[in-house]
């Protein structure tokens, strides 16, 4: 896994578990919806604005966008439309 994909990866597992949509996180970090679905497919060169706006929208350190995912772990699956996880406010 390239460093994009990771970032992807962390990105996409970290909002779900917030209970966030795509376009929830791009109003929180003032970026294009479009461009964070982007972002989690691994498919943009993000610059460290982008990076460290995200992880301040997330709440967790710059460190958690790069964490190496663990090689048996399954894709982050996404949030289901229009709905939160149980336990969400």
């Known amino acids: ?19 966030l949509s795509q376009e929830r996180l791009a109003f929180e970090a003032r970026i294009d919806r479009a461009y964070v679905g982007r972002v989690e497919r691994g498919m943009e060169n993000v610059t460290i ?6 992880a301040r929208a997330l709440e967790v350190p710059v460190a958690a966008l790069f964490s190496q995912p663990d090689r048996n772990a399954s894709q982050p699956k996404p949030l289901r439309p229009g709905r939160k996880p149980k336990g969400s406010k």
Not at 49 to 54: D, F, M, P, R
């Open 49 to 54: 604005s982008t990076i460290e706006a995200l």
């Open 1 to 19: 896994m390239d460093a994009r994909q990771i970032m992807g990866w962390n990105l996409r597992l970290l909002r779900v578990e917030r209970g």
